[in-house]
């Protein structure tokens, strides 16, 4: 019993890493995205190109907004249910398809982010909490991505007309 409870407060004290980890990389993209936003925000007026591209780094920012947020009450409350880590999981796969091929060193801490949300998944190490807090089937948790997405497009489109009439 009392092993037991040993490896329990282990993997507990392991998914909340993972989750620190997806955090410290989360936070360190949203830095590079805002740095790439700024620099392209002088030339958008001028540039066609830089539009679109401008308005992929503003839903990116929205999108990794919400995964810090969700991350940082997951490692911070320590509650971590297998289902929570579903939703920023999927989300960051979306915006690594947002962002496509670049900048790789986005790409790169994307990637570190969603290792380390696999490795909390993929271990099993969570906190059981009451079954109205998880998400039960596929269906409600494609809704939430889909939900945080089109929240992402419409933050994007306000963000570039306010860059443009600038």
Do not use: C, W
């Not at 360190?28 to 958008?44: A, D, G, N, T, Y």
């Amino acid at each position: 019993m009392k092993d037991a409870m040993i490896r329990r407060r282990g993997s507990e004290i392991n998914a909340r890493v993972a989750v620190a980890k997806a955090l410290s990389a989360v936070r360190q993209s949203l830095l590079k995205v805002k740095i790439q936003e700024r620099r392209l925000e002088m030339v958008v007026k001028k540039d066609p190109i830089a539009r679109s591209i401008l308005e992929n780094l503003y839903e990116v920012e929205h999108l990794l907004e919400f995964v810090s947020l969700r991350l940082e009450t997951l490692a911070v409350t320590g509650i971590i249910p297998l289902n929570e880590l579903k939703v920023p999981l999927k989300v960051l796969k979306k915006v690594t398809e947002v962002l496509g091929g670049s900048p790789p060193d986005i790409l790169s801490l994307l990637s570190q982010a969603e290792e380390a949300l696999k490795e909390a998944f993929e271990s099993h190490m969570y906190v059981s909490t009451p079954q109205d807090m998880l998400l039960d089937s596929t269906e409600s948790l494609n809704r939430d991505v889909e939900n945080i997405l089109n929240e992402a497009k419409v933050v994007a489109e306000h963000r570039l007309e306010e860059a443009l009439s600038r």
